[in-house]
């Protein structure tokens, strides 16, 4: 394609014409046509406002951005550029989901999330963050988002779902990235299990308790590395205070995601250089959560996975010195506060005061539908998320991500500039966005493992179930400092794994968690290293693609007890007996044994009374809480117990009986790669179902489940298909950085007609991963699309 930005700005629909209404303005038209067509040069010359030096756009094989600038904040601009040019929609779409906007796009399913962020205060949070912010990251949004405005202003075409509902995008601002950046961890971890337990205390009274996460009969802890612990398990005396407020409360209604990461130590490896691998998992969205980039500048040169949105790299990424990846720590960053209100519900109990409630009302726009308006109510602790202050109660959230001013965005410059372990883990001073194990290595040598986030001090009967809002008891005593935050440098023996597993030892002086993973997967990965073959980059997608269950192995073992079955249920029972217990593809016995865990789990829930909870109120703050989900995850260790507390006077025997009887009837006959096939929606199809096949990525058969490495799981109520799992996948070669390899699920672009929209998900599904090319000679010389950025005061530029 030619040079001069002129050229570009003829291409696509004029900043000066009025947006096409839907599909009525395109009936006609061939939307896989209209779908290549909206996909923006990748070639020629560009002249951008606020540029102070030219920028080159290298693209790869894959069609990944690399990007050379001359200074910091020109770097910052083409990645708010690029990030645009490649992900526009998403970018839009997500800011809308942040801040309470997506049902004007979606429609009424959007709702109840969109009521959500409306009471989470969501924008207020954000323009508070950034006005706190230091002037370096100040000065890093103004530049990402000048690249962003720059692109709209462009003339390049917009992305064709635009065209399809009939809209225009809205400029950027700096606050808005806080916002994206909030909305990927929003609400993650703590706050649903302790709503499921709230809900399920009235029936299942002492057993509550039972209703977390397996621990995998002892939990493999994080730090110190290699050790097991067993879990602190609240009784009732214990939680006493918020039982008896929440018993009284529910009484009318009474009857009615993971990740894995590894580190070793140069001295355990062939090379003698440390390896860092790993995979972020989450729900299969559509464009992938995560966008391979890589941008260069005097001051730093880093590659890795970025947020479309966000400047720099705040999860994944070397930048030549020092690599890092995160997991989900679950850290328990929200406590829920049940609150007593006055007859008017206008007011709220503290320490025998009542205190005014503050509420106001926001309208929320709804595609196909009138607006509908939203009561906002904020207590001492924070918004009311569900329950009626006109009925005497609800609950009150008290999260980090919003309760205090936050300043995670100042860590992104400093991060890029790290040298080492040491420097990347000060750097992070101040991070609270989300809860991460920060996991690092660097070229001297050195390996680490950082809990980065901000948790306060309370004390750990908040970590169970809502707590009396009313006493004043369970208030929060200020911050866990950042210099005591668990830590390891250079750990021995030399490996360290982390996959949501518990972080330390509940008598750790500090209370950090209640629930968390089972360590399944923390212990394969661990077994997996003790080959030394399996410590370098190859090896890392060898691990990546293990499917053994310890699940399927613990129900194996309980099969053989159960004598005297019909001869269909027995024929069963003996091929699950003869099954490896590896959740692969091609599979019939692994189909068979989902199957099993499923009618065993829906019957669980039918002899608990549990799944009758699937209406409570207080399960409904989307994404909700479904009751068949979090009993899905609590039965391996109630089977490993034989413990029946739940069950009503049934028995586990009793249960797998009949659970084995129904599959046996009729037992799943296809390999479980086809009904575990994951089906990759973009968020338009629901909306546009005649153009999903336009929209919706392709997919192939995948193995693995949630309690595999090889993570891909299923969501209990919807049955087998894999809903989340590895997004993306890594492996870092520190210091041989050219031996360094990824993979994302779909592509680096998220535009529906690109070549490039989906082209890496045969080889993420085979568990194979692609060079991650950061040398920039070796760029130079690739021959892929190149175009240059250049200032906008139109000074003739060399080249």
Not at 501 to 526: G, K, Q, W
Not at 685 to 699: C, E, M, T
Request: net charge negative; proline share 8%.
């Amino acid at each position: 394609m030619g040079k001069a930005g002129p050229a570009l700005a003829t291409r696509g629909t004029p900043r000066h014409a009025a947006p096409m209404r839907g599909e009525a303005m395109m009936a006609e038209q061939d939307w896989h046509a209209a779908a290549g067509r909206a996909v923006p040069p990748l070639e020629g010359d560009l002249r951008l406002p606020g540029l102070g030096a030219p920028v080159t756009v290298l693209r790869d094989a894959q069609g990944v951005p690399h990007l050379r600038a001359a200074g910091a904040a020109d770097a910052f601009l083409g990645q708010g550029f690029v990030h645009a040019q490649d992900r526009l929609f998403q970018m839009e779409l997500n800011r809308r989901r942040a801040l309470g906007r997506s049902a004007e796009w979606l429609g009424p399913a959007a709702f109840a999330a969109d009521a959500l962020a409306r009471r989470l205060g969501m924008e207020a949070a954000c323009r508070r963050d950034v006005a706190a912010l230091g002037a370096e990251a100040r000065a890093m949004l103004a530049a990402y988002v000048a690249g962003v405005n720059g692109f709209l202003a462009s003339g390049a075409p917009l992305p064709v779902e635009y065209a399809l509902l009939g809209a225009t995008p809205e400029p950027w601002k700096d606050w808005h990235c806080l916002a994206v950046m909030r909305r990927l961890g929003l609400l993650m971890g703590s706050v649903w299990f302790k709503l499921w337990r709230a809900a399920a205390l009235p029936l299942a009274g002492e057993a509550v308790t039972l209703l977390r996460y397996d621990d995998g009969g002892r939990d493999a802890v994080i730090a110190p590395a290699g050790a097991e612990a067993d879990r602190w398990r609240a009784g009732l005396a214990d939680l006493a205070p918020a039982a008896a407020a929440l018993l009284e409360a529910a009484a009318p209604d009474g009857t009615g995601g993971g990740s894995n990461n590894w580190v070793v130590a140069g001295a355990l490896t062939e090379t003698g250089r440390p390896l860092l691998a790993g995979d972020p998992h989450r729900v299969f969205e559509v464009p992938g959560m995560y966008a391979q980039g890589h941008i260069a500048c005097p001051e730093f040169d880093v590659i890795g996975l970025t947020v479309p949105g966000v400047p720099g790299f705040p999860h994944f990424a070397q930048n030549g010195r020092v690599a890092w990846c995160v997991t989900h720590t679950f850290a328990d960053i929200h406590d829920l506060y049940l609150e007593r209100f006055d007859p008017t519900g206008e007011h709220a109990l503290f320490r025998d005061a009542w205190e005014k409630v503050e509420r106001r009302t926001e309208s929320i726009a709804i595609r196909g539908e009138a607006p509908r308006e939203v009561e906002i109510l904020v207590t001492r602790h924070g918004p009311v998320i569900c329950g009626d202050p006109a009925r005497g109660t609800a609950l009150a959230l008290r999260s980090v991500q919003f309760a205090e001013t936050d300043l995670s965005f100042d860590c992104l410059p400093r991060m890029l500039r790290a040298d080492g372990v040491a420097a990347l883990f000060e750097a992070t001073r101040g991070w609270g966005l989300i809860d991460h194990n920060l996991v690092a290595a660097d070229t001297a040598g050195h390996t680490g493992w950082l809990l980065r986030a901000r948790v306060p001090r309370r004390g750990r009967e908040n970590g169970w179930l809502p707590v009396p809002g009313w006493t004043g008891e369970h208030e929060w005593q200020g911050w866990i400092p950042h210099d005591e935050m668990p830590r390891l440098i250079d750990p021995a023996p030399g490996m360290l794994v982390t996959a949501n597993n518990r972080v330390v030892a509940d008598d750790h002086p500090d209370y950090l968690c209640t629930d968390c993973h089972p360590p399944y997967r923390a212990r394969r990965i661990a077994e997996l290293l003790a080959d030394p073959a399996r410590r370098g980059v190859a090896g890392a997608a060898s691990i990546h693609a293990d499917t053994l269950s310890a699940p399927a192995r613990e129900m194996q073992a309980r099969l053989p007890a159960l004598d005297g079955l019909p001869p269909e249920a027995a024929a069963l029972r003996d091929a699950l007996l003869a099954w490896d217990a590896r959740m692969e593809a091609g599979s019939v016995a692994a189909s068979r044994y989902i199957a099993l865990r499923l009618a065993l789990v829906r019957r669980l829930g039918d002899a608990s009374g549990l799944a009758a909870l699937s209406t409570h109120p207080w399960l409904s703050p989307a994404p909700g809480v479904a009751p068949l989900t979090q009993l899905w995850w609590a039965l391996p260790a109630l089977l490993r117990a034989d413990d029946a507390a739940l069950l009503r006077g049934e028995s586990w025997d009793g249960l797998l009986r009949a659970a084995l009887a129904e599959v046996a009837a009729a037992p799943p006959a296809e390999p479980w790669g086809t009904p575990h096939q994951p089906r990759f929606n973009h968020p338009l199809s629901a909306v546009f179902p005649q153009h999903a096949a336009l929209l919706d990525p392709p997919s192939l058969p995948v193995g693995g489940d949630g309690d595999t490495v090889q993570a891909n799981g299923l969501v209990a109520p919807l049955g087998p298909r894999a809903a989340y799992g590895a997004i993306a996948r890594y492996a870092f070669d520190v210091g041989a950085w050219g031996n360094s390899r990824w993979c994302v699920f779909l592509g680096a672009s998220g535009h529906p007609g690109s070549a490039h929209y989906a082209d890496q998900n045969p080889a993420w599904s085979r568990c194979e991963m692609l060079p991650m090319i950061g040398d920039w000679a070796t760029l130079d010389a690739g021959g892929g699309p190149r175009q240059r950025l250049l200032p906008a005061d139109g000074a003739a530029v060399p080249g």
